[in-house]
């Protein structure tokens, strides 16, 4: 077993401990019959061991074995393999004050508003350079998003989440 398969073993193993481990303590949550507050810990804990149980399946599985290299010249387009997006530091760092500011003013200005500000700027945030923004369709986006999320606790969930400046209003 090489170096690779030993490393994705472990991680099988930890993953499929840690999943078991979440398993029992969601077993031991108080529950009803139907869906409860104890279904989806069990659910997660369910999904997890499943994903362990797939990672320890890698493991065992045998590694692909590298395409042989041929004697007939490639073409230069196909010899050479696109270049892998890199995440610039920028971008991070726009991302983490975007989310830093979305959690500094959800309850004065509301949830309603600060979450059509944060995605219609984090869609701008993550429009590639090179690449034209569609501020209208961002922009549609986030409203129909923070409407539709807003409604969704406020009925059928029946939490509410900070109204803010629109208190007023809903």
Request: charged share 10%; hydrophobic share 55%; aromatic share 8%.
């Amino acid at each position: 077993m090489n170096t690779l398969n030993k490393k994705e073993l472990i991680i099988g193993i930890a993953m499929l401990a840690a999943s078991l481990t979440y398993l029992v303590l969601a077993q031991q949550l108080p529950g009803h019959e139907g869906v409860d507050a104890a279904t989806v810990p069990k659910l997660l804990a369910g999904l997890l061991s499943l994903l362990g149980v797939m990672q320890l399946f890698s493991a065992f599985a045998k590694p692909k074995a590298a395409a042989e290299p041929t004697t007939a010249v490639q073409p230069a387009a196909e010899a050479e393999e696109p270049a892998a997006d890199v995440v610039e530091p920028k971008t991070v760092f726009k991302t983490l004050g975007l989310i830093l500011g979305y959690m500094a003013l959800l309850g004065p200005v509301g949830f309603p508003i600060m979450t059509v500000v944060y995605l219609y700027l984090q869609f701008l945030v993550l429009t590639p350079v090179n690449q034209k923004a569609k501020h209208l369709t961002h922009l549609l986006i986030a409203v129909i998003c923070s409407a539709l999320i807003f409604l969704l606790f406020r009925e059928a969930f029946d939490l509410l989440l900070p109204a803010g400046l629109l208190n007023n209003f809903i």
